[in-house]
């Protein structure tokens, strides 16, 4: 186990629903990371916070809002999803920002239908 | 900005063997690379990194290469048995311009078979 954990671990949803992600990360980490792997793509980073706040927003759609209460904590949450949007969503902590290892979580399968 | 590619998608060894998995970056600024282990239904595994200011590094059974001259870095894995079957990654981060010096860029991963 890597220390972070992220529920649910799969997750089929309608296309009108709303949904959240959640990741939670035990190891005393500052920063947080949503990233997005399709298959046979790269893993495409989403999200970044550190200490809390939002350093980065890889143009993502607004149908995806991240929020990050405490540094342990990391949700997304979905609205509105397209089908284009299935996906395994992965959550990653790190000690701090530049030339950190990134940790991760297990995933969320998500299925948009 | 930063690329990060495979060499090989696939890669098939038979157990016992030892196996190099080969990644090439394109930012010559790049200065801390990372390798992952992803098996399936999971979450990429940190395995071994490597700063720029370094040639080479081992771990338990894994070695990493770096050779900036041709942008270049490869995963050794010695003795290498049916628990090593997974995709593996490589990631680099740093030389980014405009303060996100942070962010790890992935290439799309070679899946290792070991073959008993």
């Known amino acids: 186990e890597t220390g972070v954990t992220q529920t649910p671990r799969h997750l089929v949803m309608g296309m009108t629903n709303k949904k959240s992600l959640k990741c939670e990360q035990h190891l005393g980490h500052n920063a947080m990371y949503w990233y997005k792997q399709s298959a046979k793509k790269p893993l495409e980073l989403m999200f970044v916070?550190?200490?809390?706040?939002?350093?980065e927003n890889n143009s993502v759609p607004s149908r995806f809002s991240p929020e990050c209460p405490n540094s342990s904590h990391l949700f997304l949450h979905l609205h509105t999803l397209q089908p284009e949007d299935s996906a395994l969503y992965l959550c990653?902590?790190?000690?701090?920002?530049?030339?950190?290892?990134?940790?991760f979580g297990p995933g969320t399968r998500l299925l948009v239908l | 900005g930063e690329s990060v590619g495979l060499h090989l998608p696939t890669l098939s060894v038979q157990e016992g063997d030892n196996s190099i998995i080969n990644c090439a970056y394109s930012n010559s600024a790049s200065d801390y690379f990372i390798w992952y282990k992803q098996e399936s239904g999971k979450g990429p595994q940190f395995i071994i990194d490597i700063r720029s200011n370094m040639d080479k590094r081992q771990g338990q059974r894994v070695t990493v290469l770096l050779n900036k001259t041709v942008k270049h870095l490869s995963l050794q894995i010695a003795a290498t048995q049916p628990g090593d079957s997974a995709v593996y990654f490589c990631?680099?981060?740093?030389?980014?311009?405009?303060?996100?010096?942070?962010?790890?860029?992935f290439g799309k991963g070679t899946l290792l078979t070991v073959n008993p």
């Open positions: 990653a902590s790190s000690p701090g920002l530049v030339q950190e290892t990134q940790y």
């Open positions: 990631a680099a981060t740093g030389g980014n311009s405009g303060g996100s010096n942070y962010k790890l860029t």
């Open positions: 916070y550190s200490l809390e706040e939002r350093v």
